[in-house]
């Protein structure tokens, strides 16, 4: 079955973003064109690049947990390959607080949010955490079951009411927020005295992207609002009143050919779908974009397990080298991270 046939038939709701999500501004200079009523575009207020419109949170929904609930009903394992990222990930966490992080106190609170099946805090538990997550879709069902208190709220939304935490992650869910500096403010009044907030998200930075244009696999557009780089994502924590302590971005290269190698891979699907069937309706053309994470797992599986760990293996290796030449400062990483605390009062 291809991913076009999985997803909703309906045309989706595009909903404008007609605002900087970060400042408010008007002003705004075009950088990709609208096709479906969605383009990029970036602020003339504060620099932030940003999409000029978004797909229904409904529309999304269905897509995005139609899926989740099929992985609810027949859940499987994490595999080792999935747990040591983490894990890399965690370590690299660790090293850009200066080791605050892997050194927990006791009894000490980590909250994830979008927190998904919990593999994040399945790490952060190994490390002396007591561990909760956020996850509004079916996937944080196993999360629960793994051991972890799940909150099925919006950051967006919702104020207080879970107490204050010592260590709050959220890893690639800020772009997807409507207003981000409000999801920030969130964990800036939910951080303990003392605590740290460790946030990532894709670089617009990244050197590759502007090789593929509008169909680069990480813009994900319909579906993430805002798209950072150094500069936008440090204005934008003070905003909220965190004070980054780090930004890295440092270049490695398996996380940035993976983005490639499956933007390549949705192009080559594309073709086929439009050789098969002609040209895609605007649904179409929707629900392919948003079924990228799964056609993502379905390359994996295809091209084994041997090119994933060797792109592992690249970051693993050759991560620190390039780290070391080219500096964590770098800007043109695949991804950008901040390890960040409440400014003083």
């Known amino acids: 079955m291809t991913a076009a046939t999985d997803a909703p038939t309906d045309a989706p709701t595009v909903e404008p973003v007609e605002a900087c999500p970060v400042c408010g501004a008007r002003d705004r200079h075009p ?3 609208e096709v479906h009523r969605i383009g990029v575009v970036r602020c003339q207020g504060c620099d932030l690049v940003h999409a000029t419109g978004h797909y229904a949170a409904t529309y999304l929904s269905e897509s995005y947990y139609a899926a989740r609930a099929k992985q609810r009903q027949s859940p499987t394992r ?8 983490k894990r890399r990930n965690v370590e690299l966490y660790d090293r850009l607080s200066g080791g605050r992080l892997g050194r ?14 919990g593999l994040l805090l399945d790490v952060l538990r190994e490390l002396g955490y007591r561990t909760e997550g956020i996850e509004r879709s079916p996937a944080g069902a196993q999360a629960q079951t793994a051991g972890h208190e799940v909150h099925a709220l919006d950051i967006e939304v919702t104020d207080l009411g879970l107490g204050r935490f010592d260590l709050i992650t959220m890893t690639h869910v800020l772009e997807h927020l409507r207003e981000p500096v409000r999801g920030l403010t969130w964990i800036r009044r939910h951080l303990a005295p003392g605590g740290l907030a460790v946030i990532e998200v ?13 169909r680069f696999r990480p813009l994900e557009l319909g579906d993430h609002v805002s798209f950072f780089e150094r500069s936008t994502l440090a204005a934008a924590l003070t905003r909220a009143g965190l004070e980054p302590e780090i930004l890295w971005s440092a270049p490695q290269i398996g996380t940035s050919l993976a983005p490639s190698l499956l933007t390549a891979a949705d192009l080559a699907l594309d073709l086929r779908r439009r050789l098969r069937r002609g040209s895609p309706t605007v ?21 084994g397990p041997l090119v994933v760990r060797g792109l592992d293996n690249l970051d693993s290796a050759l991560g620190p080298w390039l780290e070391g030449m080219f500096g ?7 991804n950008l991270v901040t390890v960040a605390r409440a400014q003083s009062s």
């Not at 994490?78 to 990222?85: K, L, M, T, Y």
């Not at 927990?104 to 909250?111: E, F, Q, T, V, Y």
């Not at 894709?202 to 509008?214: K, S, V, Y």
């Open 78 to 85: 994490p595999s080792a390959r999935d747990i040591d990222r």
């Open 31 to 33: 950088l990709l064109p």
């Open 104 to 117: 927990p106190r006791a009894g000490a609170r980590a909250l994830d949010i979008g927190c998904d099946t």
């Open 202 to 214: 894709p670089n617009w930075g990244d050197l590759l992207r502007p090789l593929w244009g509008r």
């Open 283 to 303: 649904a179409g053309v929707a629900g392919n974009r948003l079924q990228s994470a799964k056609q993502g797992r379905r390359w994996q599986r295809l091209a």
């Open 328 to 334: 964590a400062h770098c800007g043109w990483g695949a």
